[in-house]
T-cell receptor, first 112, second 112 residues
């Protein structure tokens, strides 16, 4: 069974630029999560989708972050414009039942 | 608010047992998790325990749960160099079991 795929693995941008991350969850997993993991900390939930609907985006900085999962499968997370403090690893996870979450390898973002 | 705390570092000698501790403020009555993160990788589910259990053993891993004290621990027997990683305790939010809160992680290093 293929795992959660994410791309790119690494991205370096300058502040005020835009960036987008892509996630392909495990086939059949209805729930998809985006987390932000700042160096030295645990992952923090940004947004949770159930199929193509948003379940929780209370921690998403909506002035600059957006995410979509239009067809209920792949998802993209966008930051526009990026700030220095957005430097982190962005992790995507998916879940079949809402209990066990399977994580992708993450995208490491560096904002200069 | 809900909080999950772990000590940041643990160093053990190869072959000894490692015990990683976690305390939390509140949790829904479902599963509590331990994840492992190796350098440059996403999180891998290591083991979990249902909230109505107080112990679970899985090969070299033993999870202990003290619900009264809101304390979760992970014991790794016969610690090997391949166990070097960051270990995250993850607890479902009281208000929603599908949303989990991660601790800051404990970095386990192995001495020869």
């Amino acid at each position: 069974e293929a795992g959660v795929a994410q791309s790119p693995r690494y991205k370096i941008i300058e502040k005020r630029q835009s960036v987008a991350f892509w996630c392909n969850p495990i086939s059949g997993h209805a729930t998809l999560y985006w987390y932000q993991q700042i160096l030295g900390q645990g992952p923090k939930l940004l947004i949770q989708f159930q199929n193509n609907g948003v379940v929780d985006d209370s921690q998403l900085p909506k002035d600059r972050f957006s995410a979509e999962r239009l067809k209920g499968v792949d998802s993209t997370l966008k930051i526009q414009p990026a700030k220095l403090e957005d430097s982190a690893v962005y992790l995507c996870a998916s879940s079949l039942s809402g209990t066990e979450q399977f994580f992708g390898p993450g995208t490491r973002l560096t904002v200069l | 608010g809900e909080d999950v705390e772990q000590s940041l570092f643990l160093s053990v000698r190869e072959g000894d047992s490692s015990v990683i501790n976690c305390t939390y403020t509140d949790s829904s009555s479902t599963y509590l998790y331990w994840y492992k993160q190796e350098p440059g990788a996403g999180l891998q589910l290591l083991t979990y325990i249902f909230s109505n259990m107080d112990m679970k053993q899985d090969q070299r891993l033993t999870v202990l749960l003290n619900k009264k004290d809101k304390h979760l621990s992970l014991r790794i027997a016969d610690t090997q160099t391949g166990d070097s990683a960051i270990y995250f305790c993850a607890v479902p939010r009281y208000s929603s079991a599908s949303k989990i809160i991660f601790g800051s992680g404990t970095r386990l290093s192995i001495r020869p």
